[in-house]
């Protein structure tokens, strides 16, 4: 019986900060935006029944202090999820003033393996600090990883990482697994859970994110993950993804996708149920699993349904 990891990544967004909003400002916009953010997502979660993994971005303690992250921390725990790491390295060089640093950083991967690994462990310090658990978990910004970065979390205790996407790769996420790899892997010395895919027309792939798949896709890809066995199929989500990109108001097409997504996987719990990325330390590895192939009659419904989500946000614009 595979199972499914709900990933959220958990974040103070960049723009807002560019723009010159303060962290209260910026937390409202990406992490709580239209009251569609964290606290809804998680009372969706509570009410079906549901477990998720919150992977949370700590790095603007560098610049507001360990407040809002703290917040995030609280908020998650309380809601009974987990909290997992996240990083956004372009934090480290963070200007109160909204300029960027001409040495900003802005994918992990442009790092060597000596300033990843203290880049994570700086990380994990800030999130610990902040309330969480001692992370066992971690998904690079942006997908943004490579062999080193591995390398690195192995080092400092951390055994699972969650950032192969290969709707991304080979750059930023730059593992040196093939994009359509979707099966949990032992990969220097960390297991490896990468996103979950859909293998398009073109013979490519598109990761299975709440806002770039529809309902009935994802449903389509659970659907074969079940037929063929698969330990576990990870969907990603964030804070902010059931608003539009401004925060101002919620997006409709998307949070419908959320909604429908909770109650999907209710009826499903006794056979797809939901974990915590923690859980799988010891799932099963090696395993030659294939994306479920994209139904074209799911694609068109999707395209016209995102056709009215981008209609949407240029109205909120």
């Known amino acids: 019986m595979g199972g499914v990891v709900l990933s959220i990544d958990t ?21 709580e935006p239209a009251e569609v953010g964290l606290s809804y997502q998680l009372e969706m979660l509570k009410s079906h029944g549901l477990k998720a993994c919150f992977f949370v971005d700590p790095m603007p303690a560098k610049l507001f202090g360990l407040d ?10 309380e809601g009974d999820q987990e909290v997992q790491l996240h990083l956004h390295p372009m934090w480290d060089k963070a200007r109160a003033d909204g300029s960027i640093a001409p040495d900003t950083v802005f994918e992990l991967t442009d790092l060597d393996f000596e300033a990843q690994r203290a880049m994570i462990a700086e990380a994990r310090d800030l ?8 992370p066992s978990a971690f998904r690079s910004g942006s997908y943004a990883v490579n062999d080193d970065s591995l390398r690195a979390l192995a080092e400092i205790g951390i055994s699972i990482d969650s950032s192969h996407n290969g709707c991304e790769a080979p750059w930023p996420s730059g593992l040196d697994l093939p994009p359509d790899h979707i099966a949990p892997t032992r990969y ?11 293998r398009i027309a073109n013979g490519g792939v598109r990761h299975l994110q709440i806002c770039a798949v529809s309902l009935a896709e994802m449903t389509w890809a659970l659907d074969h993950a079940a037929q063929q066995g698969h330990p576990v199929t990870t969907i990603v989500g964030h804070s902010f993804e059931l608003a539009t990109r401004g925060g101002g108001q ?26 915590y990325i ?7 590895c090696g395993l030659n699993l294939e994306p479920a192939a994209a139904s074209m009659p799911l694609v068109a419904s999707r395209m ?7 209609l949407i946000e240029r109205r909120a614009a």
């Open 250 to 275: 919620a997006n409709a097409v998307v949070k419908s996708r959320f909604d429908g997504l909770c109650k999907l996987l209710a009826e499903r719990a006794d056979r797809q149920p939901t974990m």
């Open 188 to 198: 220097l010395g960390v297991t490896e859970i990468p996103v979950s895919q859909i």
């Open 11 to 31: 974040e103070l967004t960049w723009r807002h900060r560019v723009a010159g909003l303060g962290w209260e400002e910026n937390y409202a916009l990406s992490i």
């Open 127 to 134: 999130l610990v600090a902040a309330g969480a658990p001692q």
């Open 278 to 284: 923690s859980q799988l330390e010891h799932v099963p």
């Open 304 to 310: 016209i349904s995102q056709f009215w989500a981008n």
């Open 68 to 77: 809002p992250v703290k917040r995030m921390v609280e908020t998650i725990l």
